[in-house]
């Protein structure tokens, strides 16, 4: 039997002359935790909408392994907060949410209570019996993701889950999605927060204008990419003779940052951990020092511009 | 596309429960049969107690002979002629007193101009078309004495003609069964209300989902074409409810006034109406929610509204013509074109038997046709539902309908 809960091959979709998603595969494991990155307008929603069976591919195939079988999309086992949140802000919370529970299947006096557990748990009880549109923003968020969840689904699909979140109920989702991975159910969130999704996830699919730029288990990914970025703090002062002539040592690096007594070098090429700090040291009193692998943040837009792509990093957080 | 038919019911019953509790419908199907009740009660009661009011009058007879034919006979009860007089003081002191209500002046110049002085203390009490009917005759024969003519000979040859309509039917004569004609006119003007009422509380409906986003939600649990048969059986149960209740109350109204068995209103003559309005009101139904998919903002569908409401109404422009040639050819192809046929049948069979073969090709037709815009609807709503910030195109549809599923 696969590991794959979920197959996507070579699907593409058009709007009018927009190709939105261009021959996007990848696949999702069993109980991971995949984030699909990318920029606004990237594609992510438009991919998300195709394997939930909202919008139809132009061509290619989503297969699900699902209950020990393979096919299509069955929306009862899958979860979903859309990136647009929406919901009958003029019904009651508890209404709202056994209706949607009741159209993935899931009805009768178990829907109820799971849904009075979960109210309970996100201190919401008192509201269970209030119109929706009397809760704040944030408890509405928190209804909305209940709505995803409440059916017991094998894989749950949050498209943008942190936008609009302030940090405290940031930090809630992401212990929630954690738990979910840790019940058993499979994550796969689109996000356009590198730092956010880098915490949470296993493996990822990058897409720029609806291509599939980079993917892999996050080790994977930051493996490959030959750049490393050399972190060092040290005691003297140290002038740009001094700093030119390290660059110089180290081929193929450059400066990222300076700032006083910090430094940050980008080295790229096959050249150990050890012999970069070994080299720097020759030429600076260093106090700390790290090597690391870039953010993804930087490894994405890097490899988009090395593809020949064009991107506003500052969509990227 | 294939029906989840339980999640097809779940939406039904979720729409019907949202749209029930609605302060709008409860104050509307509260308000009109209200509305319904009152009128028809007030006039009811306008009418009796009109022609309880009696009006005591004087007449003052000038001629000194018309009173000869102010006999009970002629005169309907309402009327009471108090006093006969030649003195239009002594009829003024009685106005005074408040013995009579008004006075009226009969004389020569009158009876032949046809123009009698009416005085009254106060003109809101009496009726001058009742005092005027309750003269009409004794002044009418009263003329052709004077002219010399046989009155009685002459009222006979003027007394106005009716038709008793019959119909054969089976070989024998029946009377005409006017609820055969009133049915399929009703149910073709409730068809219209309908399509009126529940279509724009469907399409302002999906307009409203599209706006709150909560339409993906709905989507990623049933099909497109769940959602829209759905919303057709919900909002459209709750609005045939809700004309039911206006019906049911506007019967009750009604039967105060007609005996409605005699005029020939039963189960029977309704079956064929109502199919016609069940599938006539689902085509319509399927029309206006695409319409709310493919819109942005409510405001700008209530134009394309108007268009909607013109198809079922479009066959009223030229009822006229039906009714004077309703096995016509053209009112034949008419019926079978599908945005019509459900006025148009219903309107023929108002005025005709539609023959049966006709009946079935026509359901036959209208079935199809219902069909074939669900379909075509629930293409355009999936496409459209999603386009959150922009309101579909004629080009956009096209596009849709070309695209394979």
Redesign the interface.
């Known amino acids: 039997m696969t590991h794959n809960i979920l197959d996507v091959s070579s699907v593409s979709r058009r709007f ?1 002359s927009t190709k939105a998603v261009d021959n996007v595969s990848f696949s999702v494991r069993r109980g991971e935790i995949m984030g699909l990155l990318g920029p606004n307008g990237a594609g992510k929603t438009t991919a998300i ?1 195709m394997i ?5 591919p132009d061509q290619g195939t989503i297969r699900f392994q699902l209950n020990g079988s393979s096919g299509r999309v069955n ?2 086992r ?1 979860g ?1 907060l ?1 990136e ?8 009651k919370v508890l209404d709202n949410l056994l ?2 529970a ?4 899931y009805t009768g006096p178990e829907a109820k209570k799971e849904a009075l557990a979960w109210l309970q748990r996100l201190d919401l009880t008192d509201w269970a019996h209030q119109k929706l549109e009397k809760l704040s923003k944030g408890m509405q968020q928190k209804v909305q993701f209940t ?1 995803a969840l409440l059916h017991r689904p094998d894989l749950i699909m949050l498209d943008e889950p942190f936008s609009g979140l302030d940090p405290i109920n940031q930090n809630f989702f992401k212990e929630l999605i954690q738990e979910l991975q840790a019940q058993g159910v499979t994550v796969l969130l689109s996000a356009h927060q590198m730092s956010v999704v880098e915490e949470l996830c296993d493996s990822l699919v990058m897409i720029h204008q609806g291509r599939v730029v980079l993917s892999g288990t996050l080790q994977h990914i930051k493996d490959n990419y030959e750049e490393k970025l050399l972190d060092i703090r040290f005691g003297d002062s140290a002038d740009n003779g001094t700093v030119d002539r390290l660059l110089e040592a180290l081929p193929g690096s450059s400066l990222a940052h300076r700032q006083g007594q910090r430094l940050t070098l980008r080295c790229r090429g096959p050249v150990p951990a050890a012999e970069l700090v070994s080299t720097a040291s020759r030429f600076l009193n260093i106090q700390e020092c790290a090597v690391k692998k870039p953010p993804l943040h930087d490894i994405f837009v890097e490899t988009v511009k090395r593809q020949g792509g064009d991107i506003d990093a500052k969509q990227l957080a | 596309m294939q029906s989840n038919w339980p999640n097809v019911l779940r939406v039904a019953r979720w729409e019907f429960s949202k749209g029930a509790r609605s302060p709008m419908f409860l104050f509307m199907t509260i308000l009109v049969p209200a509305i319904i009740a009152i009128s028809g009660g007030a006039g009811f009661f306008a009418e009796r107690m009109q022609s309880e009011r009696a009006v005591d009058l004087a007449v003052v007879d000038e001629t000194g002979s018309f009173e000869d034919y102010l006999q009970p006979a002629f005169l309907p009860d309402a009327v009471r002629i108090q006093t006969l007089t030649r003195q239009e003081e002594e009829a003024r002191a009685l106005l005074d007193a408040g013995d009579i209500h008004a006075y009226v002046l009969v004389n020569d110049d009158g009876l032949r101009d046809g123009r009698l002085p009416l005085l009254a203390s106060d003109l809101r009490r009496i009726s001058p078309n009742q005092i005027r009917d309750a003269l009409r005759d004794p002044v009418s024969v009263y003329r052709l004495d004077q002219l010399g003519m046989d009155s009685e000979a002459v009222m006979q040859a003027v007394a106005p003609l009716s038709m008793q309509v019959q119909e054969i039917r089976d070989g024998e004569a029946a009377d005409l069964s006017i609820g055969g004609m009133l049915v399929p006119m009703a149910v073709a003007v409730v068809l219209i209300l309908s399509a009126l009422l529940s279509g724009q509380v469907l399409m302002y409906g999906v307009i409203r989902e599209k706006r709150n986003r909560v339409v993906e939600i709905l989507l990623s649990s049933v099909s497109s074409l769940d959602l829209l048969l759905g919303k057709i059986l919900g909002v459209g149960g709750l609005s045939l409810l809700q004309i039911g209740l206006w019906v049911a109350v506007g019967i009750a109204v009604g039967s105060r006034f007609l005996a409605l068995d005699e005029i020939g209103l039963n189960a029977a003559s309704l079956v064929p109406s109502l199919l016609f309005f069940f599938f006539g009101y689902f085509l319509l139904a399927s029309i206006f929610a695409a319409l709310g998919a493919a819109m942005k903002e409510a405001e700008e569908s209530s134009q394309a509204q108007g268009l909607v409401v013109l198809i079922p109404v479009a066959p009223l422009f030229v009822s006229g013509m039906v009714a004077a040639n309703p096995d016509a050819l053209w009112a034949v192809i008419a019926s079978h074109i599908p945005p019509f046929i459900p006025t148009m049948v219903l309107l023929r069979m108002a005025v005709m038997d539609v023959p049966l073969w006709e009946m079935a090709t026509t359901l036959t037709a209208l079935i199809l046709s219902i069909i074939a815009f669900v379909y075509v609807g629930a293409r355009i709503f999936e496409s459209g539902i999603l386009q959150y910030h922009r309101a579909l195109g004629l080009k956009d549809m096209g596009a849709v309908l070309r695209r394979r599923s």
């Not at chain 1, 939930?52 to 139809?56: A, D, K, R, Y």
């Open positions: 009018g909408r939930m069976g909202i919008l139809e929306k009862k899958i979903y859309p647009e949140r929406g919901l009958y802000y003029e019904a209706y949607l009741g159209l993935k299947g709505a």
